[in-house]
């Protein structure tokens, strides 16, 4: 069994910094992208940052040059560092990760719980 475990939400002023965890852990055999994504109220879920094995990344436009992912291949996590929150961060963010499990015959989407990001002004 695979699990995404999140760690790091909360509740900042606007302009603060928070940094979200992702560590995938069971039997966790092989991992492709890892991202991140938010949803707000009655919105969809949408991609906030994306990251390659390799390290390549994307960003949606809004958190451009102010969030910034990276992962650990050996140690099997992914990081989100957002800087310069505003209201508009205001979300649950999802971990996301394309895994291959030892005993599984292919690869699967695996999202975490959720972590609520609260950013009031």
């Known amino acids: 069994q695979v699990q995404l475990v999140e760690s790091g939400g909360g509740s900042v002023q606007v302009g603060e910094s928070l940094t979200l965890s992702c560590a995938a852990v069971?039997?966790?055999?092989?991992?492709?992208?890892m991202g991140w994504y938010r949803q707000t109220p009655g919105g969809e879920r949408d991609m906030v940052a994306r990251?390659?094995?390799?390290?390549?990344?994307t960003y949606e436009d809004s958190v451009q040059g102010r969030f910034n992912i990276f992962r650990d291949n050996e140690k099997k996590t992914v990081t989100l560092r957002m800087d310069t929150l505003g209201p508009e961060d205001s979300a649950v963010y999802y971990c996301?990760?394309?895994?291959?499990?030892?005993?599984?015959?292919?690869?699967?989407?695996?999202w975490g719980q959720g972590t609520q990001v609260t950013v009031s002004s």
């Open positions: 996301y990760a394309r895994i291959l499990a030892r005993t599984a015959r292919g690869w699967s989407d695996y």
């Open positions: 990251i390659t094995h390799e390290g390549g990344t």
């Open positions: 069971g039997d966790v055999f092989r991992i492709n992208g």
